[in-house]
């Protein structure tokens, strides 16, 4: 004869179906699985032609899972962004607000920029399409990741560059520069080629192990055009 009680114990330890509505535990790797699907995914489509389906599969979750995690895609985008932001932003302003000598500045500027950029190329696009949709989401989002108003950021930026160049002017080292133009100009020939890397695949010809190439080769050559360039 079947023990009842023995009968109704062994009933408490099966697992039965989820009740509705309850909720379901986050899980960090089951996160980290969907930013990473996510990257892989921006990477090939971008963030505008990307496919919270297509993320949902690369990540090995359903997409209601996906959902329940972040919602919608311009959530799951920012996550990501602040993700290869936070690897990106901090580095680069430590290097700029640093006393490091101006040649070796430019030098880890570049050197940190190709190698995150080649990492995340999306990246540009995503920062220029919400700069022109959502200029105030992306402060913020910058402010998250730095730890600091961006506003102030620049002004700790811009005094040591400032004084380190008018040093080198004063000497006879440099043409005279904004530290804001300065900026500008290194930021912009180190993100370009990103941001425009299908127009320049199509007029050079390249195929991705050829942008690869063009981005290692630049890697060398940037930073020491960038310095002739101000040079008296």
Do not use: W
């Not at 379901?24 to 990257?39: C, K, P, Y």
């Not at 892989?40 to 090995?60: D, K, L, M, P």
């Amino acid at each position: 004869m079947i023990n009842k009680r023995t009968s109704r114990r062994g009933a408490g330890k099966r697992a039965g179906p989820r009740r509705p509505g309850r909720p379901v535990a986050r899980d960090g790797d089951t996160e980290r699985r969907i930013l990473d699907a996510a990257h892989a995914v921006f990477i090939r489509h971008g963030t505008a032609g990307a496919r919270t389906q297509e993320i949902a599969r690369e990540a090995g979750v359903n997409s209601a899972l996906l959902h329940y995690y972040f919602r919608s895609k311009e959530r799951l985008a920012d996550a990501v962004f602040q993700r290869a932001a936070t690897q990106l932003l901090p580095n680069l302003v430590r290097i700029l607000a640093s006393d490091a000598d101006l040649d070796v500045k430019v030098a880890q500027v570049v050197e940190l920029e190709l190698t995150r950029l080649a990492e995340t190329p999306y990246l540009p696009g995503y920062v220029i399409s919400e700069l022109t949709h959502h200029p105030r989401r992306i402060q913020q989002l910058f402010a998250s990741v730095i730890g600091m108003n961006p506003a102030d950021v620049g002004a700790l930026v811009r005094d040591r560059l400032s004084a380190q160049i008018g040093e080198r002017v004063r000497a006879g080292r440099m043409q005279p520069i904004d530290a804001e133009q300065f900026i500008v100009n290194l930021l912009a020939l180190c993100i370009f080629p990103f941001a425009a890397k299908p127009m320049l695949n199509a007029l050079l010809g390249l195929d991705e192990a050829g942008f690869i190439a063009f981005i290692d080769r630049r890697r060398a050559e940037l930073a020491p055009f960038f310095l002739r360039a101000l040079a008296p």
